[in-house]
């Protein structure tokens, strides 16, 4: 936790990023500040966690590279990818999406000084972009739904880099304007990079991303990330995917960070694939749904207070405060000791637009967001 000279918690306006506010929440029951998945295990996730044991003596016998390509067949196919990359070096599997991202960074720096990056984003990626030294230019949502990056802007980076569905938007690049990107990206030669660690949340993001950017002829990468699903207590998997002509060291910079990642947590991510595959993953679904409806009828009526994003399935929901500051509101409802997220730093190149939204997230027991819930409406009503 940051303290400043004296010992006391900073303030939170002076927290640096966004995973500090999460720092600060992650002792209370009512955290809903990380994106992380923290509700409690279904009776069939329960009953992978008993057959840990046996995963742990099937994971010392068997092969890796057989454990492994079976956990990332699992879950890439639960996600609608009929393709992926079938060579290990073009699907690397690493501690965290956040992993994957520092070596993809690392590579692409070898290779350009700039970067497009979707706006507004989680906060890490845009501080990881830059801790390699890359320039970043924002492209808003909507010119990425819309019309596309004009011609010139493109011509002057080395990589787009796109959250898909968006953290904290929830908004999902559809295949027609992925297959437009990827075609643009490669007329210009330019890397396309996608982070879809949200996907699993929404079947509009389960399409066949990889059969789209193989059939554009892009230089491509995909950061995939079992991370956001499951209560799995932070045991998951990034894996950095990419094209064959992707043209950067990434195995090579892998080599510098791992040798490879866990075949439990391999085999246990396989399971819980397989689990969600027959039926866990639609339960989630209405989980998380349950959940926002919660919360959006316990704001019902509230004055000044919006969603702006009314069809976003990820599992963090964002709402607009109207007139109040999310710092206020923010520590208005640490009182209640429960934790949210302001969103100026979700804003990375204009965060005064992230000052009157908060982010909460939904993948929690069903109590504490209703607890949570009711909190937030006594607060907005005071204030
Ligand atoms: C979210 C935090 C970092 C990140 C949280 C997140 N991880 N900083 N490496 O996983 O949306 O709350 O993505």
């Not at 600060?24 to 990380?34: E, M, R, Y």
């Not at 799995?232 to 995917?241: F, H, R, S």
């Not at 963090?316 to 209640?336: K, P």
Request: hydrophobic share 40%; aromatic share 6%.
């Amino acid at each position: 936790m940051a303290m400043n000279q004296t010992g006391e918690v900073t303030a939170p306006a002076e927290l640096g990023n966004l995973t500090q506010f999460e720092y600060l929440a992650l002792g209370s029951p009512l955290n809903l500040a990380d994106g992380h998945a923290r509700q409690e295990l279904t009776p069939g996730q329960i009953r992978i966690v008993d057959e840990l044991p046996s995963l742990w003596a099937e994971s010392v016998k068997r092969p890796v590279e057989e454990v492994e390509a079976e956990a990332r067949r699992a879950y890439l196919e639960l996600l609608g990818q009929r393709r992926f990359p079938d060579v290990p070096e073009r699907l690397l599997s690493c501690y965290s999406s956040s992993v994957a991202m520092e070596i993809f960074a690392r590579s692409l720096a070898r290779t350009t000084d700039s970067i497009m990056l979707v706006h507004p984003t989680f906060d890490n990626i845009p501080d990881i972009l830059r801790g390699v030294g890359l320039r970043l230019e924002p492209v808003e949502e909507p010119v990425l739904h819309g019309a596309g990056i004009p011609d010139d802007r493109l011509r002057s980076v080395g990589c787009v880099f796109v959250t898909t569905p968006n953290n904290p938007t929830g908004r999902v690049l559809s295949r027609s304007a992925l297959r437009r990107l990827a075609a643009r990206c490669a007329e210009h030669d330019v890397v396309l990079t996608l982070d879809t660690s949200f996907r699993g949340f929404d079947t509009d993001a389960h399409y066949d991303h990889y059969e789209v950017l193989e059939a554009s002829g892009c230089r491509w990468v995909v950061i995939e990330d079992t991370g956001k699903l499951w209560p799995t207590l932070e045991l998951k998997i990034g894996w950095l995917a990419s094209s064959e002509n992707v043209g950067l060291p990434l195995a090579e910079v892998y080599s510098d960070i791992l040798l490879g990642v866990s075949p439990l947590v391999l085999s246990m991510v396989r399971r819980f694939a397989e689990e969600a595959a027959g039926g866990g993953l639609a339960d989630l679904h209405r989980f998380i749904a349950t959940n926002r409806a919660t919360l959006r009828e316990h704001l019902e009526g509230v004055p000044d207070v919006r969603f702006p994003y009314p069809s976003s399935r990820a599992s963090v929901e964002l709402i607009d405060l109207g007139q109040r500051t999310a710092l206020d509101v923010w520590t208005a409802l640490r009182r209640h000791n429960v934790y949210a997220l302001p969103c100026e730093k979700f804003h990375w190149a204009n965060p005064v637009e992230g000052s009157r939204r908060l982010r909460l997230a939904l993948s929690r027991p069903a109590s504490s967001v209703l607890t949570a819930a009711k909190a937030l409406r006594s607060v907005l009503l005071a204030g």
